[in-house]
């Protein structure tokens, strides 16, 4: 390994900046870019154009995902980067975009470097990883690993009515390569952490060596509207009060189960939603992960168990709809130990750790060996316009990905 062959910090966060200007959000470092929205358009175009400067084949498929090709000495299977260019409504400007940005820079060192790998080089970004208009998340790199059909998929309905596969239409990306997509010999994704762990122990590369299961489900309680003054509380059928308790709930049990369990709601409505009603119906989400799938699934169970014991006592009745539900995730050993000797190689501080979030590595894992790298979010931080990582910390996370992806593809 050349630890001297290095990127350019500079180019690789004017690139990010400029990304991040597409949907950017005023007065904030942040952007949106939901997915397959005109913002997204824009922000594809951008880096497919820099795909293109860099002379890569450049393939979109039927459910919108990217892929640029450099080509190696050899032909075959490329030892792919990447991760996604969509974000949440208040998103930041590393989240995903952190990985695809990092894999353009990775090949113009290359070939400013002269370097041809045995093997060729790509870098992807990956339809919707987010879900957060289209449910379920990491959906691109889900149907590009044949883990749901395309016809499905384009016919998910979106939390604003859109349909994926009008949109793709529409912004001009639903691509001609067949899904699902060729496996490539390894892939590598380089993310933020988007936890506190690396920096409150002062470490600068995460070895990510698994990504814990994800279970999301939509709740939806009916009772009975009724005036707020008038209705004595022992004849209420509340779905308001059957939600507070499964929020309140879903803490208490995660705090019970321990670390690494970990429980949200971040959705509820009420209807009609007025100070002096209570409430005809609730409807929220319910978000609960496990690094270990027995663990999960006893999650799962007491939830479901609570929710319809409240429901029924309060005279309610309930609906439930998975919308997501994937196991943990273990990545390939081998490559797990590459990033992490690779990052020790070139003077890092490492550790091996899970992610808590999903990414698009935990379906490419199910085709081909699989890893990824962290670095550090500052307090944590993401999913926020606020979200930051230092350039060194960036730079560092970079050169690791650069130095991994050039030892997988002379392998």
Known sequence: MD???????????????????????????????????????????????????????????????????????????????????????????????????AGLEIIETVQAAGITPLRPLAVAFFTDEEGARFPPDMLGSLVYVGGMPLEEALDIEGIDGAIVG?????????????????????????HVEQGPVLEQEGVTVGAVDGVQGISWTEVIVTGQSNHAGTTPMSLRKDPGYVAAACVAFVRELALELGHPQVGTVGRIEFHPNLVNV??????????????????????????????????????????????????????????????????????????????????????????????????????GISHNPAEYTSPSDLEAGTNVLLHTMLQLANS
């Open 166 to 190: 009008d949109e793709l239409e529409r912004i001009g990306y639903a691509g001609p390569a067949p899904l699902p997509g060729p496996a490539p010999h390894a892939f590598v994704e380089l």
């Open 3 to 101: 630890s001297t062959l290095s990127i350019d910090i500079a180019r690789l966060s004017a690139r990010l900046a400029d990304l991040a200007a597409i949907g950017a959000i005023e007065g904030t470092e942040g952007c949106a870019r939901l997915a397959l929205t005109d913002e997204d358009k824009a922000g594809r175009d951008l880096v497919v154009t820099w795909m293109r400067d860099l002379g890569l084949d450049v393939t979109i498929d039927g459910i919108g995902n990217v892929v640029g090709v450099m080509a190696g000495a050899n032909d075959g299977p490329p030892v792919m980067c990447g991760s996604h260019i969509d974000t949440v409504r208040t998103g930041g400007r590393y989240d995903g975009n952190l990985g695809v940005l």
């Open 278 to 379: 209570v409430p005809a119906s609730a409807s929220f989400t319910v978000d609960i992960r496990n690094t270990d799938e027995a663990l999960l699934q006893e999650a799962e169970r007491r939830f479901d168990e609570f929710l319809r014991a409240t429901a029924e006592a309060e005279g309610c009745t309930v609906e439930t709809r998975v919308l997501a539900r994937f196991e943990p995730v273990i990545f390939d050993p081998a490559v797990v130990d590459l990033v992490e000797r690779t990052a020790a190689e070139l003077g890092h501080t490492v550790k091996r750790m899970p992610s808590g979030a999903g990414h698009d590595a935990q379906m490419l894992a199910r085709v081909c060996p699989t890893a990824m790298v962290f670095t550090p979010s500052r307090d």
